[in-house]
T-cell receptor, first 115, second 113 residues
Framework: KAGVTQTPRYLIKTRGQQVTLSCSPI?????VSWYQQTPGQGLQFLFE???????NKGNFPGRFSGRQFSNSRSEMNVSTLELGDSALYLC??????????????FGQGTRLTVV | GENVEQHPSTLSVQEGDSAVIKCTYS??????FPWYKQELGKRPQLIID?????GEKKDQRIAVTLNKTAKHFSLHITETQPEDSAVYFC????????????FGGGTRVLVKP
């Protein structure tokens, strides 16, 4: 069974540009969550998509957005990039949560560097 | 919102000794507590998890305990080995929050041979 796949693995962008990251979840997983990982702030939740709908959102500015397609693949977009957006962006896929918690499987991440 | 604090931030142990990492959470509605291990340059991977209806869970050299009253949970690694060196993250989630995980700040564990 293929794991969670994120593309691209590395990105270098200039301040002010926008970027789109992609995540393909494990087959059968309908929930996709995105996290930002930085040395200073640790792992922070961005948002979760389930059945093409945003189900949860973290405390990030509106420049961060996402979407999910009918095949459960997800993309996240960051507009007007700032230096502080430099981070490892991790995607995690999960089975449907039945209220008791379920394992999140992480992708390898996309390392974004804003210069 | 939920807040998870994790201690210590770094932990150095001799091979064969035990390691203990502690986390506290703020939301009494949290009911799922996973622990992830992240090796350098790799993705976080689940090593053990516990749900609020259980007080303790063991898997070979790894155990987790949960105290709902005090709102804290701990990871115990016995007979540590060099391959246990990594960053460990605790996390918490609540039933109404879907699959959203709130993570602790991480503990860098170094096992010295």
């Amino acid at each position: 069974k293929a794991g969670v796949t994120q593309t691209p693995r590395y990105l270098i962008k200039t301040r002010g540009q926008q970027v789109t990251l992609s995540c393909s979840p494990i087959s059968g997983h309908r929930s996709v969550s995105w996290y930002q990982q930085t040395p200073g702030q640790g792992l922070q939740f961005l948002f979760e998509y389930f059945s093409e709908t945003q189900r949860n959102k973290g405390n990030f500015p509106g420049r961060f957005s996402g979407r999910q397609f009918s095949n459960s693949r997800s993309e996240m977009n960051v507009s007007t990039l700032e230096l502080g957006d430099s981070a490892l962006y991790l995607c995690a896929s999960s089975l449907v949560d039945r209220g008791l918690g379920t394992e999140a499987f992480f992708g390898q991440g996309t390392r974004l560097t804003v210069v | 919102g939920e807040n998870v604090e994790q201690h210590p931030s770094t932990l150095s142990v001799q091979e064969g000794d035990s390691a203990v990492i502690k986390c506290t959470y703020s939301d009494s509605a949290s009911n799922y507590f996973p622990w992830y291990k992240q090796e350098l340059g790799k993705r976080p991977q689940l090593i053990i998890d516990i749900r609020s209806n259980v007080g303790e869970k063991k898997d070979q050299r790894i155990a987790v305990t949960l105290n709902k009253t005090a709102k804290h949970f701990s990871l115990h690694i016995t007979e540590t080995q060099p391959e246990d060196s990594a960053v460990y993250f605790c996390a918490a989630s609540r039933k109404a929050a879907g699959n959203k995980l709130t993570f602790g700040g991480g503990t860098r564990v170094l096992v010295k041979p």
